[in-house]
């Protein structure tokens, strides 16, 4: 009887939702060319402590983009470290119309999270 008990308390524990280990995390977007067209884009992201207000380096960055209607298929970017806490990722916006940007980072200190922000992309020129 101890036996399940233990075994539920483990169970319901690992089903509750994860804290934000890094909530103390601030980021913060950029699109190049701006405002957004439709075609190949720079997301810029500064990742900044909102405790120290000191950059975050280290970290591993991947972008996702995802049209804000059904069907359509995401595009992904990998970012590189361009300065201390700003990330770099080349991505390819398909089409125009209203996107959503996920970013899933690992921070040095290995706390994980993900961020999302919505971009209006025009038509290529």
């Known amino acids: 009887m101890k036996r399940a008990g233990l075994l539920l308390a ?8 994860a804290a934000d280990s890094a909530a103390t995390v ?3 977007w950029t699109v190049t060319p701006s405002p957004p067209a ?3 884009v720079t997301v810029s992201l500064t990742l900044t402590d909102t405790q120290s207000g000191r950059p975050l380096s280290g ?5 996702e983009g995802d049209m804000s209607h059904p069907g ?7 970012a590189r470290e361009a300065a201390p ?8 916006f398909t089409m125009a119309g209203d996107w959503v940007l996920v ?3 690992r921070l040095r200190d290995g706390r994980t999270f993900q961020r999302q922000a919505s971009f209006r992309v025009r038509p290529s020129a």
């Open 10 to 17: 483990c169970l319901a524990a690992g089903c509750s939702p």
């Open 26 to 28: 601030a980021l913060d």
């Open 38 to 40: 439709a075609g190949p």
């Open 59 to 63: 970290a591993e960055v991947r972008i």
């Open 72 to 78: 359509m298929k995401p595009v992904f970017g990998t």
């Open 85 to 92: 806490g700003r990330y770099e990722a080349p991505l390819t």
């Open 103 to 105: 970013a899933n980072a």
